[in-house]
C-alpha cells in the first residue's frame, strides 16, 4: 500500500500529458522567437545557439511533471521541430533527441529530490552534455560518423554559456513560482 505522502506526490497523467505537450510546443515555439530576432538583427540562428531555448521546456516538464513527461518531450522536441521547421540541422538532430532526452529525463528524476533546485539543474546540465558529448565521440570513433565534428563538444559549451546561465537563473525562479514560496530555493 502506497503512503499518503507517496500518492500525494504523484502527478496525474493529465497533468504529465499537458506537461509533454506544452515542453514539445515550447521546444518548436522558443527557438523559432530566437531565430526570428536573429533574423531581423541580422545574427542568424546564432541566439538560438547562444540561449539554448528548446532547453528550457524540457527541463521545467521533468521538474514539474516527472521523468517519463521529461524524457518524452526532450525525445520529441527536437524531431517534432526538425519536422515542421527543418531546425535543429539533420546531423545534429539525433545528438540533441539524446541530450534533451537525459535533460528531461534526468531532471525528472530529481524532481522530489532534496536539494536545492539550482543544484538540481546543475546535474541536469552535466548528465545531458555528457552524454551528448558520448553519443558524439561513440558516432565520430565507433561508426566513423562525419556529420558532427568532435570539436562540437568543446565549442558548445562557451557558445552556449549564457543559456546554461539562463537557466540556472530561470528555471528555479519559476520552480519557486510554481511549486510554492519555501520548497525550492533553500
Known amino acids: 500500500m502506497l503512503e499518503p505522502t507517496m500518492i500525494k506526490n504523484r502527478v496525474s497523467i493529465r497533468v504529465q500529458t499537458a506537461a509533454t505537450v506544452g515542453a514539445i510546443a515550447g521546444a518548436v515555439v522558443l527557438p523559432q522567437i530566437f531565430h526570428l530576432i536573429g533574423a531581423a538583427s541580422g545574427l542568424g540562428t546564432a541566439l538560438g545557439e547562444v540561449f539554448l531555448p528548446m532547453h528550457l521546456p524540457v527541463m521545467l516538464a521533468g521538474l514539474l511533471a516527472g521523468p517519463v513527461a521529461g524524457g518524452i518531450s526532450g525525445l520529441l522536441g527536437p524531431l517534432v521541430s526538425f519536422a515542421l521547421t527543418g531546425m535543429p540541422a539533420a546531423a545534429m538532430l539525433p545528438f540533441m533527441m539524446i541530450e534533451l532526452c537525459v535533460y528531461g529525463l534526468s531532471a525528472g528524476l530529481l524532481r522530489r529530490v532534496k536539494l536545492p533546485s539550482v543544484c538540481k539543474i546543475l546535474a541536469v546540465q552535466i548528465a545531458g552534455r555528457a552524454v551528448r558529448a ?21 565549442l558548445s559549451i562557451p557558445k552556449g554559456l549564457f543559456g546554461i546561465l539562463l537557466q540556472l537563473c530561470l528555471l528555479p525562479l519559476i520552480l519557486y513560482r510554481v511549486e510554492g514560496a519555501g520548497k525550492y530555493g533553500r
Not at 147 to 154: E, F, L, R, S, Y
Open 134 to 154: 558520448g553519443a558524439i565521440l561513440l558516432a565520430a570513433e565507433g561508426f566513423g560518423y562525419t556529420g558532427v565534428a568532435v570539436q562540437t563538444i568543446w
